[in-house]
């Protein structure tokens, strides 16, 4: 029996393993590729399949007059608009699941439960949905195409993460230690950030952790909300896909834009092993 | 605790996403009610034409509605199943645990327009590798992507890979957190694997799951960007889904207010539903 | 019933969490015991004191790092907790929540694949006994938390064949109220089924209500096993009297100044111990404040003290006094008057403990 | 020795200097991608623009992703840049969204843009929100060149709001190397009876693309396909569906309409001409590549020119893709008209009228504008007459990854391409195919109405779903034609009238 | 000067947590709230901290409006029963947290603290973290904490119950040494407590709350041994009195087939039905008493609780010593019967050996 089972589960993770880094593989094989190693005849491994180049990887700074999509640049922008977004978003989205989880809220038939789940549910939204008034709202308020504007939208994404992970987490934290600190001198303020905000910390990172990370794949209001002055990277890739799709510059792309990421991936495991994260993602 | 300072608190953020979101929503309501397109661009007031249309000549939309309603449903079940089977593989010493924690975390940090591009090609039927690797195993190429029934399991496999990791992160983190009392109790008690897992492990992370799945469930009733990039809604109208559905009217046709009208529906229709489930899996699971 | 329980050794065990080094700090100082059959075992000490691994060694969870393990004659040392047949209740009540009280009961003979029959035979004479029957097709996340904890306890019982029931502090999570009911159904249950009992507590009220031996552990280290009785009145440490009864034990130091009599300060306390041996040297002198009497006068064997405090305790007052610089508490009833100032305090021979290293001679 | 050859250098440069040849090699030097014929004196030539100065402003042009039209718009631009100190933004964006990428800022009163990369048939949506190109630039000597159809596809009622930059029609391309190959003949004709021979009907097509459907025909190991086409639903398989409804439905004999009859507004996309034609196209699902049912043009333009396919129709891309140097099958292939058919409905009679009938479907290419409310409309069309001056259309044209196809007279001449690598027959046929679609008298030009979008998507949904199986042809066009009767009364049918008018007159070439 | 509470009510739900009460507390006294979980202890000192507006009532301290004062400028120190530290700080930072918040000198500040360490005996704990010291020590630190502060009203939520048996006695010791030696006379020490022990020991005057109403009031001893009720019998004895239900006559006390003589207090006793109220402690084990049935031994500290049973009623006697007993054994036990109460059916006290009556 539990031999089978040990069988079963080593299989059944390797298998996982394989679907899981499959597309990575072939992404890295096809980077290497141009378009007769793509089009001809399905191929793997480099040199013995197919004559490897670098073009793919060229194109990703090379500039477009080349036939490049310089992503540098939106790359940044990229890291930019993600950090701030989430920064403001855990910011403000703290401070309200922080009053969701220890005041309560009435107003008519509002209760703390319809104000939380009111932030959650901005989530509900399709992209598409807010698409076209985001861009009035946008453009009368002079944001459109600027590096501001998409942090503004940015923040409605990602702020129902934050109260999300944050309003469970502050439950969790017992109710005494801020009292504790009222008794102790500190207004509610000072309550906040002196005791509440120090012993937050595993809550703050999973919540910052899901900001990036919805923050960093978030392509369609990235590609609605800019024209010239500021591009995403995933917006820049996606522009890749011409008639003639360059495959490889597109896997190259891909595995660029998955990097910083893999970063996030290596950190939430170190907490998780450590312990630390189990009581924030409950 | 009740202090007038608890608005300090909620306020800033609250009003926040208020003010961004005020506009587009009443915006949105006002622009379905109007029949805002490519050829009239303007605010005219048509009444309720478009909800009268949507609800008596539409049937793609509701087409759509079904099919998203089966893609999220049937993707978040098999994430859900799959993040668990994977959570409690790695929950407990393994070799090379961290290794395969970190590599089962990775698809969900990947940007699904960009990582679709690459499954397309993977999945492409004459030039990708699967047809290939299954051609060397005998098996005939199979129409991943131009069959309409199999093209929705595409849509559902990319899903899988690449949502299942959250999935996999909450149910690991509710697992790690879980008391291990229970668990000797089950032992003792000379419980085979599958009935502990059965009466202990499931009924303990019923919460969590719950949870877990209304989020999933959230986001995946979005789904768009993977058929967007995969197979444009095709073959045929096999796999589009709502949002897809309201892309394609809104800023491919340029229906604006007719799009406007599919939104605001789509969102009640969501948000009522939602609900409903969220309760009906309370009940089911927890069993209050 | 049949006699279906086992007898447990436990022998030269040790255990030590470093167990390379070549002096290791054992959490479990080597030692020998065996349960018999049928009797209820409590395991005493303050926390980190090493209960917890004795009870861990015997239930499979920790593997000793020497010594065995014997069921009834039967190694069973490197058995996993599943295969040694014993039953345990933790510290806070393990349900099965989906499932109704009835089938919780059932379900460690389901898993040994018994018949139907059978089983209902035996959940019936289980839920009997703990007053569970006209619960039994409720849901268990229901009951309150002393009627969970039974059926966790009622799990172990419902297996004829457990070698012991062991249990890790169960009550810590029963509201006091509750904890008066569980604690006689416990007790009453061992008695109707002569199973094997093992306790683990902090509390000696618990251990000394419960067991019939109670084994007082300190350091890693057992320092006496012996009936509740026993431990309060001859503790065989400095620490068990410190330990068992409240008011903790009276000690004071004191040089032996001749066969049968200790010198505290100045005065000269006869006692029943033989202290030939250690003439002119320091010992300690233990005596419970519920065995000091008031004396009208001085005589023999009588303290003269300074009363310092008296506390009413509603069911009886404690004297605290000095002599000199060591304090002595004794307890009185509540009613007896009380002189102001300096009293004579008699100490019982026969209830004067001499302790010498700690250890009671 | 020294002075020797520092005179020799002098000399040869100042010949060089004044020969025409080195007068061109000034900019050529600078610009290498004109370096095949330099310099072509001209309204918008390098030397013109050189003498422009537009230091301090910037260009915001939004374009195709690279390399199709992405990449000559962003060189050109660089080269704009350089010539004119300007400072021009280029961003890039995936066909489909093109038309949104525009449209939304449009609609919204803005002007991110001041030039627009499109498809010409968004020219009515697009039309209110463009500068007309100005008279100076429609009268010089590079736009005289341009051919009717496509000054026609460029303007609407007369004005032209696009400024032409590309030629795109719809033609028939095929593996030279099968259907001249002897041995094939033989083995094909032994097989069915009949000639092996580039197919001039669809029936044809149909039959010789099912015989070498799924077996290794040119000796690679790999197997190869009949055909390769657009059949995914999205803003291009309409196109493909039009190409092989023409022949059965344009009738020669009943002008005023191919979409619409022009005086009922009743849809015709449901009669059996077009049911016919998606009845054939149905049946080639059955011999496209695996997958090929869900091909959109790359896929095409990949599987063709990869050598994948015997057939394939659309666009130049993949015939240029399958003649650059280093593809496989360079000059193995040869273009010819779209195929005809022995029969073509007849609406006024409703019957079929026997014969053959052929009609080339001269269907949208990439176009691009000006925006109205742009503040630099002269730079900008500075840029689009720089993007398209001979010196540069010549050098754009022979690279197949430009996308940019022929659409002046200077083009159909055989050297142009020859000069490229291609064999001589295979120019010419290509040019051949080309011109003659210029002079047919049965042409089908793209649906350029109000609700274009609406008209092609109902459309594309409708014949996917017969490809998928979901629906029979003549019910999905049927449902199709239910839905163009909707958008036709929520759009309001004298609009699309007076539009689809001014394609009519073209197609019926009354100028 | 006092701290004085007026017709406080609260009652967030359905429930009353606190019903209609009032209170007078003055400086440099001990006052002990004695009361079952859930009887609206904690309730109360979170309303006298200021984390609770009570909905009805007024509080005012030193002449002031105390409800108008926000919980950080009223100067008050508050211990949970659950060790309520900052997790984030060690244990010196912990003490020093509140004197920082008030901007004290650091001299003023390491002397208060240095103070504080000593008085709960944590001298060399400075740097080590909370979660690495026990459960005692842990409520030590939070204790410092609050004396640290040197607050006129000094808050102890059950700050006992949470703890080992041993621990809790020493803990009690330590702080009855505290109260008398480390408070100064401005200090206003309210404790909250389940363990009439607790009471008895601490001996101040004490509230009896149950169900968020005040039962009585008065001196620690006056509740022992005159409760005004049943309630208060039951909530201020531990083991609780012994109720049985029984009669008066002329010549007998009558309960359970048992007859006693009439105690000397119960003399002037209307004749009737009574629910009699006997302490655990005043009932012997005797060989000629009546005979009960054990039901469990219980040892407690150095007594034995015998808790019997005979007909319909049970009870508990304690006896003062460690003895062993078998279940279902018959013992015989004799009723001290001048130890005896009388409540009335409306349970409350009409005679007492005390001579308390009520009202």
Not at chain 3, 156 to 178: H, K, Q, S, W
Not at chain 3, 237 to 258: K, R
Not at chain 4, 180 to 205: I, M, R, S
């Amino acid at each position: 029996m539990s031999k089978l089972y040990t069988f079963l589960k080593y299989f059944f993770i390797t298998f996982w393993t394989v679907f899981v880094v499959a597309p990575f593989l072939w992404a890295v094989s096809t980077s290497f590729k141009d378009f007769q190693s793509v089009n001809s005849k399905v191929t793997y491994i480099p040199w013995l399949d197919f004559e490897p180049t670098l073009e793919g990887w060229r194109v990703l700074i090379k500039s477009p007059a080349k036939g490049g999509v310089d992503i540098v640049e939106p790359y940044f922008n990229s890291i930019f608009v993600t950090c701030t977004a989430s920064l403001i978003s855990i910011v403000l989205g703290t401070l309200a699941a922080y009053a969701l989880s220890r005041f309560t809220f009435k107003a008519g038939f509002v209760r703390n439960n319809d104000i939380t789940f009111f932030f959650i549910s901005q989530r509900i939204m399709p992209p598409i949905v807010l698409s076209i008034p985001f861009f009035i709202f946008l453009s009368t308020i002079g944001l459109l195409d600027s590096l501001l504007g998409l942090v503004v939208v940015y923040i409605v994404l990602l702020m129902p993460i934050a109260v999300w992970i944050m309003v469970d987490f502050f439950n969790r934290v017992p109710k005494e230690l801020d009292e504790t600190a009222l008794i102790d001198g500190c207004n509610p303020y000072q309550a906040f950030y002196k005791v509440v905000l120090p012993n937050s910390i595993p809550g703050l990172i999973v919540a910052g952790m899901f900001c990036i990370i919805f923050g960093w794949i978030d392509f369609f209001f990235a590609f609605i909300l800019t024209f010239t002055e500021v591009q995403l990277l995933p917006v820049k890739v996606v522009a890749l896909n011409s008639s003639i799709t360059p495959w490889w510059s597109l896997s190259a792309s891909a595995l660029v834009s998955v990097a910083p990421l893999i970063i996030v991936a290596f950190i939430v495991e170190r907490y998780l092993s450590k312990g630390n994260l189990s009581g924030a993602l409950k | 605790m009740n202090f007038k300072h608890k608005f300090v608190f909620l306020f800033p953020g609250l009003f926040v996403l208020i003010g961004i979101l005020i506009f587009p929503i009443i915006f949105t309501i006002r622009l379905s009610l109007s029949g805002w397109n490519s050829y009239t661009p303007e605010m005219n007031f048509i009444g309720i034409t478009n909800y009268i249309r949507l609800f008596t000549d539409d049937p793609r939309f509701w087409e759509s509605f079904f099919r998203l309603s089966f893609l999220s449903v049937t993707t978040v079940i098999l994430q859900y199943v799959i993040g668990f089977a994977l959570a409690m593989m790695v929950w407990r010493e393994i070799k090379f645990k961290r290794f395969f924690r970190v590599i089962f975390l990775v698809p969900m940090m990947t940007t699904p327009v960009i990582m679709t591009v690459i499954w397309r090609t993977f999945f492409h039927e004459s030039l990708g590798p699967v047809n290939d690797l299954l051609g060397g195993l005998g098996v005939k190429p199979i129409l991943w992507l131009s069959d309409p029934v199999i093209a929705k399991f595409t849509v559902i496999i990319v899903e899988v890979w690449q949502w299942t990791p959250f999935m996999f992160l909450l149910l690991l983190a509710g697992l790690l957190s879980l008391p291990k009392e229970p668990f000797l109790a089950a032992a003792i008690d000379g419980a085979s694997p599958f009935r502990k897992f059965v009466y202990v492990t499931f009924p303990l992370m019923a919460p969590i799951s719950i949870g877990a799945i209304i989020i999933r469930l959230i986001e995946a009733s979005k789904i768009m960007d993977t058929v967007f990039v995969l197979t444009s809604g095709g073959p045929g109208t096999a796999t589009e889904t709502s949002s897809f559905y309201i892309y394609i009217k809104g800023l491919r046709e340029f229906q604006m207010g007719y799009a406007a009208t599919l939104s605001f529906t789509y969102l009640v229709i969501m948000i009522i539903s939602l609900t409903i489930i969220a309760k009906v899996l309370t009940k089911l699971m927890i069993k209050e | 019933m049949e006699e279906q329980m086992a007898k447990i050794d436990l022998s030269n065990i040790s255990h030590t969490y470093n167990p390379l080094d070549p002096k290791p700090t054992y959490a479990l100082n080597p030692f020998s015991m065996t349960w018999e059959n049928g009797k209820r075992y409590a395991i005493l000490g303050p926390s980190g004191c090493g209960k917890t691994t004795m009870l861990n060694i015997v239930s499979g969870l920790v593997r000793p790092s020497k010594g065995e393990i014997l069921f009834d004659e039967t190694p069973v040392t490197d058995l996993k907790t599943e295969d040694r047949n014993i039953a345990q209740v933790f510290q806070f009540p393990v349900i099965y929540n989906t499932m109704t009280v009835y089938d919780n009961l059932a379900f460690p003979l389901r898993c040994r694949e018994f018949t139907k029959e059978k089983i209902e035979e035996r959940v019936k004479a289980v839920s009997d006994t703990l007053n569970l029957s006209s619960f039994l097709n409720s849901p268990a996340r229901k009951l309150t938390a002393d009627q969970k904890q039974l059926i966790s306890l009622g799990r172990g019982l419902v297996r004829e064949d457990v070698a012991a029931v062991l249990m890790d502090e169960p009550l810590t999570v029963i509201d006091p109220d509750l904890k008066f009911r569980l604690r006689r159904n416990l007790k009453e249950i061992n008695e109707q089924y002569k199973t094997t009992l093992v306790y683990v507590t902090h509390d000696q009220n618990e251990a000394m209500t419960f067991a019939e031996n109670i084994i007082v552990m300190d350091q890693g280290e057992i320092v006496q096993v012996g009936l509740p009785k026993d431990l309060f009145e001859k503790p065989k440490t400095t620490f068990v009297g410190y330990f068992i009864g409240s008011p903790a034990m009276n000690i004071f130091h004191s040089t032996v100044s001749s066969d049968h009599e200790v010198k505290i300060n100045d005065t000269t306390i006869k006692t029943n111990s033989n202290l030939g041996n250690l003439k002119d040297k320091n010992v300690k002198l233990g005596i419970r404040s519920e065995f000091i009497e008031l004396a009208e006068k001085e005589k023999s064997n009588t303290v003269k003290i300074k009363l310092t405090r008296v506390e009413d305790f509603g069911n009886f007052k404690l004297l605290t006094g000095k002599m000199g610089d060591l304090v002595i508490k004794s307890k009185v009833e509540r009613e007896k008057p009380i002189p102001d100032g300096e009293l004579n305090l008699y100490f019982p021979p026969e209830k004067c403990c001499v302790y010498s290293d700690e250890k009671l001679v | 020795m020294k002075t020797i050859k520092t005179c020799v250098t002098a000399l040869i440069s100042a010949l060089l200097v004044f020969s025409p040849v080195a007068y061109a090699d000034k900019w050529s030097d600078q610009f290498p991608h004109i370096k095949a014929t330099g310099d072509i004196p001209g309204d918008c030539s390098y030397e013109s623009m050189s003498k422009k100065n537009y230091k301090g402003k910037t260009l915001k042009i939004n374009t195709h992703a690279v390399p199709v039209m992405g990449e000559p718009t962003a060189l050109h631009a660089e080269q704009f840049a350089k010539l004119t100190g300007a400072k021009v933004d280029v961003t890039h964006t995936p066909a489909g969204d093109l038309y949104a990428k525009a449209m939304v800022p449009f609609q919204a009163g803005q002007a991110p843009y001041d030039i627009v990369f499109g498809f010409s048939n968004f020219i009515n949506d697009w039309r209110r929100y463009l500068e007309p190109v100005p008279k100076k630039y429609v009268e010089m000597k590079q736009m005289k060149d341009v051919t009717p159809s496509h000054i026609g596809v460029a303007s609407w009622d007369g004005v032209m709001y696009q400024f032409p930059v590309d030629g795109d029609r719809h033609y028939l391309k095929y593996r030279k190397d099968v259907i001249d190959n002897p041995e094939y003949q033989k083995q094909y004709k032994e097989a069915t009876g009949k000639e092996l021979k580039v197919p001039t009907t669809w029936k044809e097509y149909g039959e010789m693309a099912a015989y070498f459907n799924g077996w290794d025909w040119d000796g690679d190991g790999e197997k190869e396909y009949g055909s390769a086409e657009v059949m995914k639903k999205d803003d291009l398989m309409y196109a493909a569906f039009y190409s092989r409804s023409a022949a059965y439905s344009k009738n020669p004999k009943t002008p005023g309409g191919f979409f619409f009859d022009l005086e009922t507004m009743k849809p015709l996309i449901n009669n059996p001409g077009f049911v016919e034609a998606l009845t054939d196209w149905v049946a080639a699902t059955k011999y496209v590549p695996p997958g090929g049912i869900n091909f959109g043009l790359g896929d095409e333009i990949g599987s063709f020119g990869g050598g994948q396919t015997l057939f394939s129709f659309s666009w130049d891309d993949a015939f240029v893709a399958a003649m650059q140097p280093d593809s496989p099958i360079n000059n193995k292939v040869g273009a010819a008209q779209l195929p005809g058919a022995m029969k073509v409905w007849n609406r006024k009679t409703n019957s079929w009228d026997e014969g053959f009938n052929q009609a080339p479907f001269f269907v949208w290419g990439w176009a691009v504008g000006v925006a109205k409310k742009s503040k630099e409309k002269e730079m900008a069309f500075d840029y689009l007459c720089f993007f398209a001056n001979e010196a540069n259309h010549q050098a754009d044209i022979g690279i197949g990854r430009f996308g940019v196809n022929p659409f002046r007279n200077d083009d159909f001449k055989v050297d142009v391409w020859t000069q490229i690598g291609w064999d001589k027959d295979i120019a010419q046929s290509y040019v051949d195919t080309l011109a003659q679609m210029e002079q047919s008298k049965n042409r089908v030009f793209p649906l350029r109405v109000p609700g274009t979008f609406e008209f092609n998507a109902a459309l594309a949904t409708a014949a996917a779903k017969a490809l998928a199986g979901q629906l029979s042809p003549q019910a999905a066009l049927d449902e199709a034609a239910k839905q163009w009767e909707d958008i036709l009364n929520r759009v309001g049918k004298d609009n699309v009238r007076k539009a689809y008018a001014v394609g009519v007159a073209m197609e019926d070439n009354k100028q | 000067m006092n701290l004085i509470g007026e017709k406080i009510s609260y009652k967030p739900d359905e429930q009353f947590h606190l019903n209609d009460v009032s209170f007078n507390f003055k400086k440099g006294n001990l006052y002990t709230i004695l009361g079952r979980t859930l009887s609206g202890k904690t309730t109360l000192l979170k309303t006298i901290a200021g984390l609770l507006n009570p909905d009805q009532g007024s509080i005012s301290f030193e002449e002031k409006d105390f409800i108008k004062i926000p919980v950080w400028e009223r100067n008050v120190a508050m211990v949970y029963q659950q060790f309520i530290n900052y997790p984030h700080l060690n244990v010196y930072e912990n003490i020093t947290f509140p004197l920082e918040q008030r901007k004290l000198s650091p001299e003023q500040i390491k002397k208060d603290v240095d103070e504080a360490l000593k008085t709960v005996g944590l001298v060399g704990f400075e740097n080590r973290k909370i979660q690495e010291l026990s459960g005692g020590q842990q409520q030590r630190v939070a204790l410092a904490r609050s004396l640290a502060k040197k607050a006129k009203i000094l808050l102890l939520d059950e700050p006992l119950v949470n703890l080992d048996y041993k621990l809790r006695e020493q803990l009690r010791e330590e702080f009855k040494r505290i109260f008398s030696e480390g408070l100064s006379q401005d200090t206003i020490l309210i404790y909250s407590t389940t363990d009439p022990q607790e009471v008895m020991e601490l001996n101040g005057e004490v509230i009896v709350l149950d169900e968020g109403k005040v039962l009585q009031k008065g001196p620690a001893k006056e509740i022992f041994e005159n409760p005004s009720n049943l309630k208060v019998a039951e909530i201020s004895n531990d083991p609780p009195m012994n109720v049985l239900k029984g009669s008066k006559n002329s010549k007998n006390l009558n309960f359970e087939n048992i007859s006693l003589e009439i105690p000397n207090h119960f003399k002037n006793l209307e004749d009737r039905d009574y629910n009699f109220g006997i302490r655990a402690s005043e009932i012997k084990l005797d060989e000629n008493g009546e005979e009960f049935e054990i039901e469990l031994a219980e040892i407690s500290g150095s007594e034995t609780l015998l808790h019997l049973k005979r007909g319909n009623s049970k009870i508990i006697a304690l006896i003062e010593e460690v003895m062993n007993f078998k279940i279902h054994e018959k013992v015989k036990i004799n009723f001290n019967a001048n130890k005896f109460y009388a409540f009335g059916e409306d349970e409350k006290l009409v005679s007492s050996p005390y001579g308390g009556t009520n009202g």
